[in-house]
């Protein structure tokens, strides 16, 4: 069985995937966004960037585009892919693009994907794509539904209906290329919608094995009780459930929602809290593991750690197939690298897409470096370290 203690302070390790021109690209954006003014101002710049269609494109692309995008097409995400291979670290593909919310959008974003499910499907037995259901329908539409009438709705709305065949389509397509499907989640107030539809065809496509993946965040105070649901709904129907599992994206966001409704905010009050959440789904979905196959996706290592430690009190020594770890390109690849060193199942998100499309995300990625307490130190302090080694 692997190695019980992982050691994720080895920078080594961590960023042997990197030459020596990467590191130094690397380390200059961490050392940018370490500065939430920096952050404040290039928020700026790329507004302008995409506004004015200013001739910058390059500026972004040799920066932030490169440290945590792995290419502008799938042929320039495949050498990455092919080098993540090299360290046993698999690849989650996951198109970036946002904003086109037209029918023409949806429908390209749907062939892209399908794509990236062909790009992916010889990298068996795990090979991954990322979906966005935001990338195959527009979300305000999907907000004016409540809980009790969108069952209903799916029968007489042509829209829900062609959302649907989207989703099914994806799923069909990964389940018939042995490609794992994992939905992300967004908003709370369209997550209702996403777990109606996941739920179905979790149904339908993890009859033999999980295929598709629900995501949890689990900043929500709802989330181990959906959790638990879903679980004795598998059991009594037979099927797989495949969850990833992560804190959540968007603690401010659904604050201020809730607030301007005078609802109860549905996050968590604490980062406590949340990570108390975050680590009580884990033990529930992996002392499930005959049944639940669970992505552990989180850049936080006290949290792989307690994991780790389950994997080995619940003896899951088939954990091929039960437990995956991931974390976002660019990010804690201390964690993904030590994590694949010793064995375990290490995955990377892999975002790819045109420079400009993909502007929001790498703003996000910023701004959640800077907001999450250290994490940009921690990453440039290891990031010094390993320029520091590789000089002697
Ligand atoms: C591979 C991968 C896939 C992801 N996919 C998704 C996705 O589909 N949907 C999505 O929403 N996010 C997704 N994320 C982002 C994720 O939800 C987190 O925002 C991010 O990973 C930071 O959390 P952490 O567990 O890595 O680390 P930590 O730094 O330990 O946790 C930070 C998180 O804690 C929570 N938090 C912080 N402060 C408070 C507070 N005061 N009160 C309550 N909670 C607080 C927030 O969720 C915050 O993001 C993904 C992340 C990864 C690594």
């Known amino acids: ?21 990467e590191l130094k690209r690397m380390f200059f954006v961490y050392r940018l966004i370490q500065k939430p003014f920096m952050v404040k101002f290039l928020t700026r710049v790329a507004f302008w960037i995409i506004k004015y ?17 792995a290419g502008v097409d799938l042929n320039e995400t495949k050498k990455t892919m092919a080098h993540l291979k090299k360290y046993d670290v698999y690849t989650v593909l996951d198109y970036v693009a946002e904003g086109d919310k037209s029918e023409v959008g949806f429908k390209k974003n749907l062939q892209t994907i399908i794509k990236n499910i062909d790009c992916v499907k010889n990298e068996s037995p795990n090979a991954f794509v990322g979906v966005k259901i935001s990338g195959l329908e527009d979300v305000e539409y999907l907000k004016t539904f409540k809980q009790a009438d969108f069952v209903e709705k799916f029968k007489t709305e042509h829209r829900l209906q062609l959302l649907h065949e989207r989703v099914e389509k994806i799923c069909q397509e990964g389940d018939k290329n042995n490609v794992k499907v994992y939905f992300d989640a967004e908003e ?41 649901k879903c679980i004795s709904e598998a059991k009594n129907e037979h099927f797989f459930i495949g969850m990833k599992l992560v804190r959540g994206a968007y603690v401010e966001k659904e604050r201020e929602e809730a607030k301007k409704l005078g609802l109860e905010s549905p996050v968590f009050d604490t980062k406590q809290g949340t990570d108390d959440s975050f680590n009580h789904a884990v033990q529930i979905c992996l002392e499930n593991h005959d049944l639940v196959a669970t992505c552990i996706a989180t850049h936080n290592m006290e949290s792989i750690q307690k994991a780790i430690i389950l994997i080995h009190e619940y003896q899951i020594n088939d954990h091929e197939n039960k437990v995956f770890f991931s974390q976002l390109y660019g990010m804690s690849d201390n964690l993904t690298f030590n994590l694949a060193k010793n064995k375990y199942n290490s995955s990377k998100y892999v975002p790819y897409g045109e420079v400009e499309k993909a502007i929001p995300y790498l703003l996000r990625r910023a701004e959640e470096n800077t907001s999450i ?3 940009v130190s921690r990453e440039f302090e290891m990031l010094k ?8």
């Open 373 to 375: 307490e250290g994490q």
């Open 385 to 392: 370290q390993e320029k520091n080694r590789r000089k002697i």
């Open 188 to 228: 709370r107030n369209t997550q209702d919608i996403f777990d109606y539809l996941i739920e179905e065809m979790m149904r339908k496509y993890n009859r033999q094995k999980a295929v598709v993946y629900n995501t949890l965040q689990m900043y929500l105070k709802d989330r181990i009780d959906y959790l638990n």
């Open 53 to 69: 269609k200013l001739p910058f494109k390059f500026l972004l692309k040799n920066t932030m585009f490169q440290v945590f995008c």
């Open 1 to 21: 069985m692997e190695n019980k203690s992982v050691n994720f302070d080895d920078v080594s390790i961590a960023f042997s995937y990197k030459s020596d021109a």
